[in-house]
């Protein structure tokens, strides 16, 4: 993996307490969605089998609403959220965008699945902590 890149999930709601809770009450009547948000997180908090995967990466891998995401990693998302994005000094692009997402119904070991092969595609090289670290 470069040693120069972070990855960078952008979820589909705001961070603000009111735009918590108008999300989460939306999503549990099926008026918000964010497959991303779906992959990380429970009902109520962050799901345990995502701890350890974001944990086990060779890699940063750190998340923000859109509403606080930074300038760059909302201009590559084009204002398409969910979104993981890679950046690095030099650049920031998206690595998987919300149709990506979307297609693993929340899903944690597919996201990881998908994401090391999107990363190796790009030439990025693997985000997975090899066995003999």
């Given at each position: 993996?470069?040693?120069?890149?972070?990855?960078?999930?952008?979820?589909?709601?705001?961070?603000?307490?009111?735009?918590?809770?108008?999300?989460?009450?939306?999503?549990?009547?099926?008026?918000?969605?964010?497959?991303?948000?779906?992959?990380?997180?429970?009902?109520?908090?962050?799901?345990?089998?995502?701890?350890?995967?974001?944990?086990?990466?060779?890699?940063?891998?750190?998340?923000?609403?859109?509403?606080?995401?930074?300038?760059?990693?909302?201009?590559?998302?084009?204002?398409?959220?969910?979104?993981?994005?890679?950046?690095s000094v030099s650049?920031?692009?998206?690595?998987?965008?919300?149709?990506?997402?979307?297609?693993?119904?929340?899903?944690?070991?597919?996201?990881?699945?998908?994401?090391?092969?999107?990363?190796?595609?790009?030439?990025?090289?693997?985000?997975?902590?090899?066995?003999?670290?």
């Amino acid at each position: 993996m470069r040693s120069d890149v972070t990855l960078i999930g952008v979820y589909d709601a705001d961070s603000t307490t009111s735009g918590e809770i108008r999300y989460w009450f939306s999503a549990r009547f099926g008026r918000a969605h964010c497959s991303l948000c779906e992959i990380t997180h429970g009902v109520f908090r962050e799901k345990s089998e995502w701890r350890v995967i974001r944990d086990a990466l060779a890699i940063q891998f750190t998340t923000f609403h859109r509403n606080d995401a930074p300038a760059d990693v909302v201009s590559a998302a084009s204002g398409r959220f969910p979104v993981v994005v890679a950046r690095s000094v030099s650049e920031t692009f998206v690595v998987l965008g919300a149709e990506d997402l979307e297609s693993l119904n929340g899903d944690s070991r597919r996201f990881l699945a998908t994401l090391e092969a999107a990363c190796v595609r790009m030439g990025l090289g693997s985000i997975l902590l090899s066995e003999d670290s």
